[in-house]
């Protein structure tokens, strides 16, 4: 590392930094490893966190759906805040590492909710001849929007996972208006840069 005065602070406040990294034994020292057990243990032990679906017509035909999760204790500052996410590619509200993220928030006193991405869910049937679209944030824009209708006065967390970050961040940007309607942004794993990545393809 560089020597400098951040370096020396961090040092100081955090002296494990000092230590040498001993892997916990089989588990530590091989990602496959836990990517495999999590995969496994991950299905039998996540939450399923219950709550309720709404749909809404788009002017396409499209149904949108997204489903909304009450909070399960009081938020520390006593407010109300909804945390509103979006899954990565093709994912949904059943994706267990979605279950695991709702329940997680419920228990800290957020309400939570999870835009399904249109097609994602096998038993919410097409009303269109179209599934979602990676680069479009409309189904993302209704449900903020129904959210605020709904609970006028939650302030909203827009937060997406991988590709949901990337829409996120895009929905947030397309307009000064969007980002006045929350209060933070998180874009959590964003795999990369869509615009690079298309000039490589």
């Given at each position: 590392f560089k020597d400098s005065q951040l370096s020396r602070n961090l040092i100081k406040a955090c002296p494990l930094l000092q230590e040498p990294y001993v892997p916990p034994l089989i588990w530590g020292k091989s990602g496959h490893l836990q990517t495999i057990i999590y995969g496994k243990l991950g299905r039998v032990k996540s939450p399923f966190p219950r709550g309720e679906r709404i749909?809404?017509?788009?002017?396409?035909?499209?149904?949108?759906?997204?489903?909304?999760f009450e909070p399960l204790s009081q938020h520390p500052s006593e407010g109300d805040i909804t945390i509103a996410i979006c899954p990565g590619l093709a994912n949904s509200s059943e994706s267990v590492y979605i279950r695991t993220c709702v329940d997680y928030a419920q228990n800290r006193g957020y309400r939570v909710a999870v835009l399904n991405h249109i097609g994602a869910i096998?038993?919410?049937?097409?009303?269109?001849?179209?599934?979602?679209?990676?680069?479009?944030?409309?189904?993302?824009?209704?449900?903020?929007?129904?959210?605020?209708a709904?609970?006028?006065?939650?302030?909203?967390?827009?937060?997406?996972?991988?590709?949901?970050?990337?829409?996120?961040?895009?929905?947030?940007?397309?307009?000064?208006?969007?980002?006045?309607?929350?209060?933070?942004?998180?874009?959590?794993?964003?795999?990369?840069d869509i615009a690079k990545g298309a000039e490589e393809l």
């Open positions: 749909k809404i017509a788009m002017d396409d035909g499209a149904t949108l759906t997204y489903d909304i096998k038993s919410i049937k097409l009303t269109a001849p179209r599934i979602f679209t990676y680069g479009h944030t409309d189904e993302y824009g209704l449900m903020i929007d129904d959210l605020l709904n609970y006028p006065d939650t302030k909203i967390i827009a937060t997406g996972f991988s590709m949901g970050g990337n829409l996120v961040l895009k929905y947030c940007g397309e307009n000064p208006e969007n980002e006045s309607k929350v209060i933070a942004i998180m874009s959590l794993c964003q795999g990369y």
